[in-house]
Nanobody
């Protein structure tokens, strides 16, 4: 497992943007796939987006496709989630995840495929 530190959550109004970041500390070179998940209030955790470190291949949940963009910085061993046009339904605790596995795009959504998790950051979208 690799320690992960998240940042960037907060309270915004509908239509605004937020950028989440996730930094891996030691042994970061072992991260080959980054994932983002969220847990809305009173609901189960759900997949948001993921990116493969090597070639940048991505996967997005349908609810965020076209509004969210996942990226990674290989030199800084960080991943980011740019969230635009935020909606109240986007409210929840957002978790960064990482794995040494280089998942195929079709498997990136599986939470059990990630062995390292961040502490979570709260995102609230409300007017």
């Amino acid at each position: 497992q690799v320690p992960l530190v998240e940042s960037g959550g907060g309270l915004v109004q509908p239509g605004e943007s937020l950028r989440l970041s996730c930094a891996a500390s030691e042994r970061a070179s072992s991260v080959n796939t980054w994932g983002w998940f969220r847990q809305p209030p009173g609901k189960e955790r759900e997949f948001v987006a993921a990116i493969r470190r090597g070639d940048g291949a991505t996967n997005y949940a349908g609810a965020v496709k076209g509004r969210f963009t996942v990226s990674r910085d290989r030199t800084k061993n960080t991943a980011h989630l740019q969230m635009n046009s935020l909606k109240p339904d986007d409210t929840g605790v957002y978790y960064c995840a990482a794995t040494s596995s280089s998942w195929i795009v079709g498997s990136m959504w599986r939470a059990e495929g990630y062995e390292s998790w961040g502490q979570g950051t709260q995102v609230t979208v409300s007017s």
